[in-house]
């Protein structure tokens, strides 16, 4: 079982940065992928973006640039880096794993933290 913990959420306004950080725990996450996904209420979860065990990324169109996904293997734990943040990415972030190569739908992941909240003010 994977237990994973993300911190590093709250209030910015637009066009600040924040770093929101995933903790692994319960087991090593060799050859997981891991992924970042949001919701906002009434919405469906949808997927920001996602890195695997080896470092390859893959984001969602609208990040257009504006976030870095990393992870520390070593520390077991992953990162979102959210740059010129808009009122529009205000939301709960997940951070997700599955002992496969990564996904983009959240239905192909596993374990799933319990969320951050991000607030971005205008």
């Known amino acids: 079982q994977v237990q994973l913990v993300e911190s590093g959420g709250g209030l910015v306004q637009a066009g600040e940065s924040l770093r929101l950080s995933c903790a692994a725990s319960g087991r090593t996450l060799s050859n997981y992928g891991m992924g970042w996904f949001r919701q906002v209420p009434g919405k469906e979860r949808e997927f920001v973006a996602a890195i695997s065990w080896s470092m390859i990324t893959y984001y969602a169109d609208f990040v257009q640039g504006r976030f870095t996904i990393s992870r520390d293997n070593a520390k077991n734990t992953g990162y979102l880096q959210m740059n010129s943040a808009k009122p529009e990415d205000t939301a709960v972030y997940y951070c997700?794993?599955?002992?496969?190569?990564?996904?983009?739908?959240?239905?192909?992941?596993?374990?799933w933290g319990q969320g951050t909240q991000v607030t971005v003010s205008s």
């Open positions: 997700a794993v599955r002992p496969r190569n990564i996904a983009t739908t959240e239905e192909r992941y596993d374990y």
